[in-house]
């Protein structure tokens, strides 16, 4: 069966300082991967998607970027995080063809201070 | 992009079954109807996915109207663990052919003993 793995579960990170979090699923090949990020109390908002390796779309503009080195494995980067970056972040999973759910992870709650 | 609209929260009782009524008027020919269930802390969990008429599973149905502009989800016999965020998603095609949800706010549902 497939797996998506985040890490960490929580993070407390000061402003200015850079930021890294990464997701992997097991399981299966060639899956479509996505980051959200959830703020407190509201629903949750596509960052970036990937149909590839190094194929990365990006769906509003931010601080942050997102890179996909193999094809299970999906990075979120940031060089300088702002309080504004505070949030809760979710890596999804999809099989590559369309109409199909989405699969999340259980997600990073990051603390900017 | 075709967008939902959901009550924002919902009281029930245990042992009861509880209809959640999502709207969808701009809902295109080709995208799906799906559900999600959220909890604190954690990402969504796929609960059902329709095109249209009823489909069931073994944790909730899922009625669609013929003209597809609204769906209800339906719980049957809701304990206590069911209160949750639970997500209506229309989907939305990417130009490259990737599956895109939109996520709003949710319904809230709380079920009392």
């Known amino acids: 069966s497939q797996t998506i793995h985040q890490w960490p579960a929580t993070l407390v990170q000061p402003v200015g300082s850079p930021l890294s979090l990464e997701c992997t699923v097991e399981?299966?090949?060639?899956?479509?991967l996505y980051w959200y990020r959830q703020a407190a109390g509201r629903g949750l908002q596509l960052l970036f998607y990937s149909v590839g390796i190094g194929q990365i779309s990006s769906e509003v503009p931010q601080n942050l970027s997102a890179s996909r080195p193999q094809d299970r494995q999906f990075i979120l980067s940031s060089k300088k995080l702002l309080l504004s970056d505070s949030g809760f972040y979710l890596c999804?999973?999809?099989?590559?063809?369309?109409?199909?759910?989405?699969?999340f992870g259980d997600g990073t709650r990051l603390s900017i201070l | 992009l075709a967008k939902t609209t959901q009550p924002i929260s919902m009281d029930s009782y245990e042992g009861q079954e509880v209809n959640i009524t999502c709207s969808h008027n701009n809902i295109a020919t080709n995208d799906y109807i799906t559900w999600y269930q959220q909890f604190p802390s954690q990402g969504p969990r796929f609960i059902i996915q329709g095109y249209k008429t009823k489909v069931t599973n073994e944790v909730a149905s899922l009625f669609i109207p013929a003209d597809r502009k609204s769906s209800t989800l339906s719980l049957p016999r809701v304990s206590l663990s069911d209160t949750a965020v639970y997500y209506c998603?229309?989907?939305?095609?990417?130009?490259?052919?990737?599956?895109?949800?939109?996520f709003g706010t949710g319904t809230r549902l709380k079920v009392l003993a």
């Open positions: 999804a999973w999809s099989v590559e063809r369309g109409n199909q759910p989405q699969h």
């Open positions: 998603l229309v989907g939305d095609i990417f130009t490259s052919g990737t599956y895109k949800y939109i």
């Open positions: 399981g299966t090949s060639n899956p479509n």
